[in-house]
């Protein structure tokens, strides 16, 4: 089993629609938790850090589920510049590696 | 905004060359690190380096490989003999330790070993 898992679209989302999709994590010690995005041969870039309640950041929306070890996140309102591909990212512990998931590509058209 | 900074962007070797990528991180951040990017796949970790030692490295990181923080602001990866599979999209990490440890990455290096 990979140690994160994300479906990797494309997610075709219309310009001003809501987009959401999630990953799955392996490992039940994981303690952070982060959506990156990338673009095209560019670096991640972080996006959101994952809180144990979950958070927002404008129309980003980001769950962590501990008990069936997924985490979501959900783009409201998406834009144009929302396309790219989103990483979710797993340690297990502050300051340790960091564990990538394949990613998500999203695609939003006009 | 502060940024992690590479040099260079494209370095193209010939096989068995050694290779050195450098990175400046984020100036008050502790905690480095480098990851690789093989084209069209997923990020991987190589090491991560607090105190002036490596805390952790992968598989990946084997003795070809090595790490230095000469000096107060540079970090760098060296490979010693350059394989026509260590052609990846280098990036380089920083993180505060603090909060969530949020790491930051440069725009990395893009290396091709013919």
């Known amino acids: 089993r990979k140690e994160v898992e994300q479906d990797p679209g494309p997610f075709n989302v219309p310009e001003g629609a809501t987009v959401a999709f999630n990953c799955t994590y392996s490992?039940?010690?994981?303690?952070?938790f982060f959506w990156y995005r990338q673009d095209c041969r560019k670096e991640p870039k972080l996006l959101m850090s994952?809180?144990?309640s979950g958070n927002e950041d404008g129309r980003f929306t980001a769950q962590l589920n501990r008990a069936s070890q997924y985490i979501s996140l959900l783009i409201r309102d998406s834009k144009l510049s929302d396309s790219a591909t989103y990483l979710c990212?797993?340690?297990?512990?502050?300051?340790?590696?960091?564990?990538f998931g394949g990613g998500t590509r999203v695609l939003v058209k006009p | 905004e502060p940024e992690v900074t590479q040099t260079p962007s494209h370095q193209v070797t010939q096989m068995g060359q050694e290779v050195i990528l450098r990175c400046v991180p984020i100036?008050?951040?502790?905690?480095f690190y480098w990851y690789r990017q093989i084209l069209g796949q997923k990020v991987e970790f190589l090491v991560s380096f607090y105190n002036n030692e490596i805390s952790e490295k992968s598989e990946i990181f084997d003795d070809q490989f090595s790490v230095e923080r000469p000096d107060g602001s540079n970090f760098t990866l060296k490979i010693r003999s350059t394989k026509l599979e260590d052609s990846a999209m280098y990036f380089c990490?920083?993180?505060?330790?603090?909060?969530?440890?949020?790491?930051?990455f440069g725009p990395g290096t893009r290396l091709t070993v013919t």
């Open positions: 490992n039940s010690a994981s303690q952070s």
């Open positions: 994952v809180y144990s």
């Open positions: 990490a920083s993180s505060s330790g603090t909060g969530f440890y949020e790491q930051y």
């Open positions: 990212v797993v340690s297990k512990a502050a300051g340790n590696k960091l564990t």
């Open positions: 100036s008050n951040h502790l905690y």
